[in-house]
């Protein structure tokens, strides 16, 4: 699938050298992680390098961004979960307070840059081929293809995988985890890592639970067992519901991005 990230191909062998490397970033990223099993594939030590290298770059990246005072949020998701209809919503929502633009990725086609440009909002395509997440060098290149100081925020929208984005800092300020009420009721147990990296969890596509016959309940008590740091927020695109809320927290942090001291 992507030999960037490790996700393709069978291990032939095993390197405690790496796992231990892979053991120290989940600790730097903050990152709740399992200890290695016996039965758990091998990791192979050129990730960990890759890895590194995408660390060194993402923070070249969040320095850029701190000092044009720009927020800049990853959203993740499994694929069709509803980032890019939430992005067309806050690009169309009439009291919106600020400024912003949509770095979007995909294996293929820039079918979801037209929608968002089609919205009225400023959206660059990253084609990624064979790599299921995007990384931290790839967002520097299309970052020239934007004006930054005529933005407040910068949406990156994440090719659509519940697994490899999370592995993989952009610079990002915080991330949004989406999870659609098509999805049922057990995906973080499922998908932790991507649970439990995100500042906020957007139960998407509201307006479908009674159809879908969502198990709010159970999907909220999965969540809180595996991720009860992220901020919750249910929300449906298509009626509106939950719009204000989500625009409001991504006006909170903002406004607390540019309160930040530079040093």
Request: aromatic share 4%; glycine share 8%.
């Amino acid at each position: 699938m992507c030999d960037t990230c490790g996700c393709g191909g069978n291990q032939q062998h095993h390197d405690h050298g790496a796992d231990e490397a892979a053991h120290r970033r989940a600790h730097e990223l903050g990152l709740p992680h399992a200890h290695h099993h016996h039965d758990a594939p091998a990791v192979d030590p050129a990730v960990a390098v890759i890895l590194k290298e995408n660390d060194r770059l993402a923070e070249r990246n969040r320095g850029f961004f701190l000092a044009k005072k720009l927020l800049v949020l990853n959203l993740m998701s499994a694929p069709g979960a509803g980032k890019t209809a939430l992005l067309e919503a806050t690009f169309r929502a009439p009291h919106k307070t600020f400024r912003s633009a949509v770095i979007t990725g995909d294996l293929q086609t820039d079918n979801d840059a037209q929608r968002l440009r089609a919205a009225g909002g400023p959206a660059i395509q990253i084609t990624t081929g064979t790599a299921c997440h995007l990384d931290a060098h790839m967002l520097q290149h299309a970052l020239a293809q934007l004006d930054l100081d005529a933005l407040d925020v910068l949406f990156i929208e994440n090719v659509g995988n519940l697994v490899c984005p999370t592995l993989f800092d952009l610079g990002e300020d915080a991330r949004v985890a989406l999870w659609s009420v098509t999805e049922g009721d057990d995906k973080p147990l499922k998908y932790p890592q991507i649970f439990q990296s995100a500042a906020l969890t957007v139960i998407s596509k509201s307006d479908l639970a009674a159809v879908t016959e969502f198990p709010r309940d159970a999907a909220l008590a999965h969540l809180r067992q595996v991720a009860p740091q992220t901020e919750v927020l249910e929300l449906s695109a298509q009626t509106g519901a939950g719009l204000d809320a989500w625009l409001g927290w991504v006006g909170a942090r903002l406004a607390a991005k540019r309160a930040r001291p530079l040093h």
